[in-house]
């Protein structure tokens, strides 16, 4: 769980950076988008390293959805009657909502990748524009997208706070002081990516980016 | 001070059970919970009744017998208290009480409020002791230990293993008393012989009872009554590294 979610965190630092581009313009961001695709030559052929890159994500998101799908099925079994007075939560929100909330993401990032990889899904679906992608798929009247995508960074959110405290917990740390800079920096951390998302949909919607 | 009680009610281990409501009146706040089931014991006796089997021994708040999920609270809901030592002045008049036993595929109900804890004896049968020669106490400056060890280590041994951690967890996971069991011999010089076959075969012992997997939740440490704070677990998972890495996995000492 932790190693594949470090994983993938990482390239959630990586991709927001990119998306942030978005604020220089254009021609910058489709410039970087073009980029991306010449990564690593001459070494590797254009394309070649996304597809390496998608192989080991994709790997990465089995490898924690399997993990995931082991401890949800460990718990069941661990409780096979429920009580019949259920309690309110007492530890944090963020860890219970960790299954359903993945079930969220899992669903966003199918819908994300026809939307603006593929473009299936989106009005202009133009590989060679991505800015313009972006732009005509969060404009005002197509606000249930923005709707969508918001609730989904914000599960994401919910998911980071739980998930890089649990990681740092699973992979050693030990002393209650370690523990409260572990959660503080799990917090900032998440609120710092949500907002990084959340951002350019919401310059897109109020015509900070056209 | 008049209640309405919801009591798991199970003959045996394969009856199916049920909630059963029962009224008690004239319940002093000054009584503990454990006091006011007695009283509705005497009644029930009086009637003719069979009545509600729960776990209980020294009645202070150390041994451990005691566990009773109240209104979805283990122990009940005041923090760092076991149920004997809940009064019923954290109710108030009128109140209708949920109580169940420990929820838990490791821990089958026994009859109505009792379940069977053997699991956590498998667990410690599996590493958590040391091998020394026994004998008369040694002397207590023979062996140093730093203080914040020993803090750390009087920490986990505090607990009583009531199974609270295991009844509250969303994963019905076992950690939290796994883990105060290796570390309070982990961290202290007399621990360390076995220290890494020791991590190994609890967790392993602690997966073959049945438990869940911990997802780091924190629950347990919010019902604990003896506050075992969840960093044991950490302490733990990085015992449990090193073990793996050292030993190849050999399970048992």
Redesign the interface.
């Known amino acids: 769980m932790a190693v594949t979610g470090i994983l993938l965190v990482l390239f959630l630092i990586a991709h927001m950076l990119g998306n942030l581009k978005i604020f220089t313009g254009a021609e910058a961001f489709n410039h970087y988008a073009h980029w991306l695709r010449d990564l690593g030559t001459p070494l590797l052929a254009p394309g070649w390293y996304l597809w390496i890159q998608r192989t080991v994500l994709l790997v990465a998101v089995l490898a924690h959805i399997g993990a995931a799908t ?2 949800a099925l ?2 069941r ?16 929100y963020a ?2 909502t ?1 299954r359903w909330g993945g079930v969220i993401i899992l669903l966003f990032v199918i819908y994300h990748i026809l939307d603006l990889t593929t473009g299936t899904l989106n009005p202009v679906g133009d590989a060679t524009r991505p800015h313009s992608n972006v732009v005509a798929d969060f404009a005002p009247e197509r606000w249930y997208v923005t709707l969508f995508y918001t609730l989904a960074v914000v599960s994401l959110g919910f998911h980071l706070r ?1 998930g890089t ?2 990681a740092l ?8 002081a ?2 409260r800079r572990a959660r503080t920096f799990a917090l900032v951390f998440a609120v710092v990516l949500t907002a990084g998302y959340l951002v350019v949909p919401f310059a897109v919607l109020t015509g900070l980016v056209r | 001070m008049n209640l309405t009680l ?1 009591i ?1 009610r199970q003959k045996g281990p394969e009856d199916k059970g049920r ?1 059963v409501t029962y009224k008690v009146d004239d319940v002093s706040p000054d009584m503990s919970f454990l006091e006011m089931l007695d009283v509705l014991n005497e009644r029930l006796i009086l009637q003719g009744e069979e009545p509600v089997a729960f776990d209980h021994d020294c009645r202070e708040g150390i041994c451990g017998m005691c566990g009773l ?1 109240i ?3 283990a122990h009940g809901p005041q923090r760092g208290t076991t149920a004997c030592q809940l009064h019923m002045r954290q109710f108030s008049d009128g109140d209708t009480i ?1 109580i ?1 036993p420990w ?4 821990f089958p109900v026994i009859k109505d409020l009792v379940v069977n804890r053997n699991a956590f004896d498998k667990i410690i049968a599996a590493g958590g002791y040391i091998t020394a020669p026994t004998g008369s106490a040694p002397e207590a400056h023979a062996t140093p230990v730093a203080k914040a060890d020993a803090d750390a280590a009087f920490e986990s041994a505090a607990c009583i293993g009531c199974g609270a951690c295991v009844a ?1 967890c ?4 076992g950690m939290l008393f796994t883990a105060a069991k290796v570390t309070q011999l982990s961290l202290l010089p007399q621990g360390q012989p076995e220290r890494y076959t020791r991590v190994i075969g609890m967790v392993d012992a602690h997966d073959e009872a ?4 911990c ?5 347990c ?3 604990c009554p003896k506050g075992i ?3 044991t ?3 733990l ?2 015992d449990y ?1 090193a073990a793996t890495a050292k030993r190849g996995g050999t399970p048992g000492s």
């Open positions: 082991v401890l460990r718990a079994a661990a409780r096979p009657v429920q009580y019949a007075h259920r309690k309110k939560v007492q530890g944090s860890a219970r960790m739980h405290f649990s917990r699973s992979l050693g740390q030990q002393t209650p370690g523990e | 919801r798991w909630m999920m209104n979805g609270n949920d169940e929820r838990a595929r490791a509250a969303p994963n019905g996971s049945g438990f869940g997997g997802t780091n939740a924190g629950e440490t919010a019902v704070p969840l960093n677990i950490g302490r998972n990085r590294l």
